[in-house]
């Protein structure tokens, strides 16, 4: 089985987001299998922090559909399907439509990160590296929706836990990630010639992962 994450110095603020984030690397790196429980004095105990941020994390997982709750057991983590990932996509497909057509008047054509992150995309296709290249994927969708300005459609992005649901599908639901760099570029070179039709673009893109 693979190693724990080895929990290190907390940030104070907002410290529910660090014990979110330790709980989702355990689930990504098979600390915690479906059916497993996950227990809030445990996780509060092994961070040296009291129960609240530790509860208030594994709430957002279990609104992120990660962990469910069940009477007088707590938290477990959850079996994934692919219906579930589907659901997911689809509220991510809305949020980056949107997203999109807000950033690209902001991002003005300037597309230098994520050409950066398409050839780290295709670097890691190139080497078979597949999970160098599930990250630089998230991480262009993540700097367009950062470029929006909106802050409550940020968050809730954010809450979506975009990289985990996409480690966790990799391994769980899906073995390979085809070397989807062609797929973004079409993505930049909208971008940066402003086509009008960029949000539907965007949308079909997103809901063509939960199709492979």
């Not at 110095?9 to 330790?22: K, T």
């Not at 078979?128 to 909106?150: D, P, S």
């Not at 409550?152 to 975009?162: A, M, P, Q, T």
Request: with cysteine; aromatic share 4%.
């Amino acid at each position: 089985m693979p190693t724990s994450p080895t929990p290190g110095p907390l940030a104070r603020v907002p410290l529910h987001e660090q014990v979110r984030h330790f709980i989702l690397e355990g689930l990504v790196e098979g600390r915690w299998e479906p059916g497993d429980r996950i227990v809030e004095r445990r996780i509060a105990l092994e961070l040296g922090v009291s129960q609240a941020p530790a509860r208030e994390a594994l709430r957002e997982l279990e609104a992120m559909e990660l962990v469910t709750y069940a009477p007088n057991k707590g938290a477990s983590v959850r079996e994934l399907t692919l219906d579930q990932l589907r659901d997911v996509y689809q509220v991510r497909a809305s949020l980056e439509r949107r997203a999109i057509t807000l950033a690209a008047p902001r991002m003005a054509g300037d597309v230098a990160e994520l050409e950066g992150h398409l050839a780290a995309m295709r670097r890691a296709a190139t080497e078979g590296k597949t999970h160098e290249q599930a990250l630089h994927g998230v991480a262009f969708h993540r700097a367009i929706v950062h470029a929006c300005g909106n802050p409550v459609l940020i968050r809730h992005w954010d809450l979506l836990g975009v990289e985990a649901w996409t480690r966790l599908s990799l391994g769980r639901l899906r073995t390979e990630l085809h070397d989807n760099a062609e797929d973004h570029e079409e993505i930049v070179e909208g971008l940066r010639r402003g086509d009008p039709h960029l949000g539907r673009l965007m949308e079909l893109h997103v809901m063509d992962y939960a199709r492979k």
